[in-house]
């Protein structure tokens, strides 16, 4: 069981992907000329991100926005707005790539060059990593590392925070998992355009789920790292429940802060502190284990 600021029972993170446009051009045939389809990404910067900016000014919660370097461009001053209410911006590729066979040299241009817009535009440093689509390939966490990030939220094995490993070390780089559980379009993403989806559940429903995760989360002490999409969760109706989410998880003993920001206290707790360049050798013999008792792993008893 980790041990959050504060004695606070549970880590909430509020993470949106302003996939916009790139949710339809990286989904089935011909949507780069499909306009209503494009019409529908544009929704999330156009009216989604101005209802969440303001509800989170409301409850004076800072979140994280993974952003593809395309959408920077095409959105300058909406992704300026984010960072001046003090939001951090992470990796979530240039073009919202989702290329299996993307080799390590095409991964780091891209990284280089969707970093590179995000410090023009708002001088922020990227420190984490969402992957488009979900896709992470066999030398991910050796590039995250050489670009200087602390977190990835890609895996999806676990209910808390770990420390990953390279070559039976313990490297200095935080995953904070994620999962559809928390995603928005297992909800609310309505397509009939191949791959079809009808999950459409009204916000109600979205509400009853995340919060009964959060109470049982929350006596483990364990975490819940979102996956929103202003275009479907920037709805006025899913900001109103987002928001009755949020004052309940406030009151019910959740710290709610950015991915850097949990992945900072990870690093602190773990004896990493101001030098995430330290490495820590695995103890001779360990191995992943499983309790049945607390479904925790040993690398979470780590933490």
């Given at each position: 069981?980790t041990?959050?600021?504060?004695?606070?029972?549970?880590?909430?993170?509020?993470?949106?992907?302003?996939?916009?446009?790139?949710?339809?051009?990286?989904?089935?045939?011909?949507?780069?000329?499909?306009?209503?389809?494009?019409?529908?990404?544009?929704?999330?910067?156009k009216?989604?991100?101005?209802?969440?900016?303001?509800?989170?000014?409301?409850?004076?919660?800072?979140?994280t926005?993974?952003?593809?370097?395309?959408?920077?461009?095409?959105?300058?001053?909406?992704?300026?707005?984010?960072?001046?209410r003090?939001h951090?911006?992470?990796?979530?590729?240039?073009?919202?790539e989702?290329?299996t066979?993307?080799?390590?040299?095409?991964?780091?241009?891209?990284?280089?060059?969707?970093?590179?817009i995000?410090?023009?535009?708002?001088?922020?440093?990227?420190?984490?990593?969402?992957?488009?689509?979900?896709?992470?390939?066999?030398?991910?966490?050796?590039?995250?590392?050489?670009?200087?990030?602390?977190?990835?939220?890609?895996?999806?094995?676990?209910?808390?925070?770990?420390?990953?490993?390279?070559?039976?070390?313990?490297?200095?780089?935080?995953?904070?998992?994620?999962?559809?559980?928390?995603?928005?379009?297992?909800?609310?993403?309505y397509?009939?355009s191949?791959?079809?989806?009808?999950?459409?559940?009204?916000?109600?429903?979205?509400?009853?789920i995340?919060?009964?995760?959060?109470?049982?989360?929350?006596?483990?002490?364990?975490?819940?790292?979102?996956?929103?999409?202003?275009?479907?969760?920037?709805?006025?109706?899913?900001?109103?429940?987002?928001?009755?989410?949020?004052?309940?998880?406030?009151?019910?003993?959740?710290?709610?802060?950015?991915?850097?920001?949990?992945?900072s206290?990870?690093?602190?707790?773990?004896?990493?502190?101001?030098?995430?360049?330290?490495?820590?050798?695995?103890?001779?013999?360990?191995?992943?284990?499983?309790?049945p008792?607390?479904?925790?792993?040993?690398?979470?008893?780590?933490?």
């Amino acid at each position: 069981m980790t041990q959050w600021p504060d004695n606070k029972r549970i880590a909430i993170m509020l993470a949106f992907d302003i996939d916009a446009e790139t949710m339809w051009t990286t989904r089935g045939d011909g949507n780069e000329d499909h306009i209503t389809n494009l019409s529908r990404g544009a929704y999330g910067p156009k009216q989604g991100i101005p209802r969440i900016l303001d509800m989170l000014d409301v409850h004076q919660v800072k979140a994280t926005f993974f952003i593809p370097g395309v959408i920077a461009e095409k959105y300058p001053l909406v992704v300026q707005e984010i960072a001046r209410r003090g939001h951090e911006i992470g990796f979530h590729g240039y073009l919202h790539e989702e290329f299996t066979s993307t080799t390590r040299e095409e991964e780091d241009a891209t990284m280089h060059r969707s970093e590179k817009i995000i410090e023009d535009l708002t001088g922020q440093k990227m420190a984490g990593h969402r992957a488009p689509g979900g896709v992470i390939h066999d030398y991910s966490l050796e590039l995250f590392l050489e670009h200087g990030y602390i977190y990835s939220s890609n895996w999806r094995d676990s209910d808390g925070p770990f420390l990953h490993q390279i070559d039976g070390k313990t490297v200095p780089l935080v995953e904070l998992p994620k999962d559809s559980i928390f995603d928005d379009t297992a909800y609310d993403f309505y397509t009939d355009s191949a791959p079809e989806r009808y999950e459409l559940k009204s916000p109600d429903e979205m509400y009853e789920i995340w919060k009964e995760e959060f109470d049982s989360l929350a006596d483990e002490g364990r975490m819940i790292n979102f996956v929103l999409h202003p275009q479907f969760m920037g709805r006025a109706s899913r900001i109103q429940m987002l928001s009755r989410l949020i004052g309940y998880m406030k009151t019910h003993g959740a710290w709610l802060d950015t991915n850097k920001a949990v992945a900072s206290w990870i690093l602190e707790q773990n004896g990493f502190g101001s030098d995430p360049s330290k490495v820590q050798e695995t103890p001779t013999g360990h191995s992943e284990t499983w309790d049945p008792r607390t479904h925790v792993s040993a690398r979470e008893k780590l933490l």
